[in-house]
């Protein structure tokens, strides 16, 4: 079972309001990844890192921000929540080598609506 | 259009059949394809892995990748309700901070 943990697991929030998603992972993974699920569409990449320090904006156009100053947590802030961010994110890792599967693990999801 | 297209079922079989999940892509150099299996309010996780062209079997899941037709495949023989989730298929070319998937089909396996 992987060790990628999320919180908060469901957040029903109002229109304006900033929130954090929490993402921390105990497996030592240097790449951390966010995406964005929405029923019935693809996996859209949103955010990721490669490391310490290091963050990347990713295909989906997202108005979050994301952070790296710990190798195990990567979190992600919208400063100021609309009803259009209303989906499910899922925080992922992933080890940058020794591996050639490059095995995405990730955790159980945070589920936001904006009202 | 979008690089991995993936029938969004829902697909419902009885319990003991055998399960077929495809995908189609339209970039010709990906190269690592992966299955992913979501269970309801859960995360994916990896179900299969292969690289390039072939077959690779686990259990009672085969994987088939056909890079000529741009189509893999995911075989569940004896399919059992423990099955039922959603199944995504992701691919990448050999750069693993780029991962393409399926929007997923989900599963229901009836006792």
């Known amino acids: 079972e992987a060790d990628i943990y999320q919180t908060p697991r469901y957040l029903v929030i109002g229109t304006g309001k900033k929130i954090t998603l929490e993402c921390s992972q105990t497996?030592?993974?240097?790449?951390m990844y966010w995406y964005q699920q929405d029923p019935g569409m693809e996996l859209h990449l949103i955010h990721y890192?490669?490391?310490?320090?290091?963050?990347e904006k990713g295909d989906l156009s997202s108005e979050s921000t994301v952070s790296r100053i710990r190798t195990e947590h990567f979190p992600l802030t919208l400063e100021s929540a609309r009803p259009s961010h209303t989906s499910q994110y899922l925080c992922?890792?992933?080890?940058?080598?020794?591996?050639?599967?490059?095995?995405?693990?990730f955790g159980e999801g945070s589920r936001l609506t904006v009202l | 259009q979008k690089e991995v297209e993936q029938d969004p079922g829902p697909l419902s079989v009885p319990e003991g059949a055998i399960v077929s999940l495809n995908c189609t892509y339209s970039n010709s150099a990906f190269q690592y394809f992966m299955w992913y299996r979501q269970y309801s309010r859960k995360g994916p996780e990896l179900l299969m892995y292969?690289?390039?062209?072939g077959n690779k079997e686990d259990g009672r899941f085969t994987a088939q990748v056909d890079k000529s037709s741009k189509y893999i495949s995911l075989f569940i023989r004896d399919s059992q309700p423990s099955d039922s989730a959603t199944y995504l298929c992701?691919?990448?070319?050999?750069?693993?901070?780029?991962?393409?998937f399926g929007s997923g089909t989900k599963l229901n396996v009836k006792p």
């Open positions: 890192s490669y490391g310490v320090n290091s963050t």
């Open positions: 292969t690289y390039s062209s």
């Open positions: 992701a691919m990448s070319v050999y750069n693993f901070n780029k991962f393409y």
């Open positions: 992922a890792s992933s080890e940058w080598e020794g591996t050639n599967t490059g095995e995405l693990f």
């Open positions: 497996m030592g993974h240097d790449k």
